[in-house]
């Protein structure tokens, strides 16, 4: 004789069966569980048996080299112009005859900025200096309380401040600025220590 179970006639009695089973189920799992970790403690002890090792330096992290694309000063084509549709608009450059002119175009033109040039000078703090085999570093400190360490040919400051002595109680700049007539032309800053 077979018994079967008719849900329409007792629909609860297949949830307590499944509940049943997965009760059974768990004990099981939990009985296969054993509690000696001997294996472990002595892979643990091994591992730190070994002699440990020198971890080799990270490579040095080459700085962001700024490149200023010359090449239409020398009629060439415009890379970011279709070849197909070269249109006959040139403009002529006009070279500057003045060495002076033309020392501080290039050097404004390609120098890679910095992040202290974000900040107007006065706003930095110059708050130490540390020196390693008789080079001095500058310590300075931008408006949001960030550190740096700078050294001669870093640049500070809005106007291309330029790095050309680090003392221990100033650092002297080169900044070049546009006079009244639009022509560049350098003066001397300094950034004095800071003392509270």
């Not at 509690?35 to 490579?59: C, F, H, W």
């Not at 700078?150 to 330029?162: A, D, E, I, P, W």
């Amino acid at each position: 004789m077979k018994y079967r179970l008719n849900q329409t006639q007792n629909p609860g009695m297949g949830t307590v069966l499944k509940r049943i089973l997965i009760t059974f189920c768990c004990l099981l799992i939990a009985g296969c569980v054993s509690k000696d970790m001997s294996d472990l403690e002595n892979y643990t002890q091994e591992v730190l048996a070994r002699p440990g090792g020198r971890i080799d330096p990270l490579p040095p992290i080459k700085p962001y080299e700024r490149y200023l694309y010359q090449a239409g000063g020398l009629s060439l084509r415009d890379p970011f112009n279709s070849f197909v549709e070269q249109s006959e608009d040139k403009q002529e450059i006009t070279p500057v005859d003045d060495p002076q002119q033309k020392l501080f175009a290039t050097e404004i033109l390609t120098h890679n900025q910095e992040d202290l040039e974000n900040y107007e000078l006065d706003s930095l703090r110059m708050v130490g200096v540390l020196e390693d085999k008789k080079v001095f570093w500058g310590i300075v400190q931008d408006v949001k309380g960030v550190v740096h360490r700078v050294q001669v040919g870093n640049y500070l400051g809005r106007n291309f401040g330029k790095i050309l002595d680090i003392q221990e109680d100033r650092i002297d700049l080169r900044e070049i600025i546009k006079d009244s007539e639009g022509r560049w032309e350098e003066r001397e800053a300094t950034l004095a220590l800071y003392e509270e």
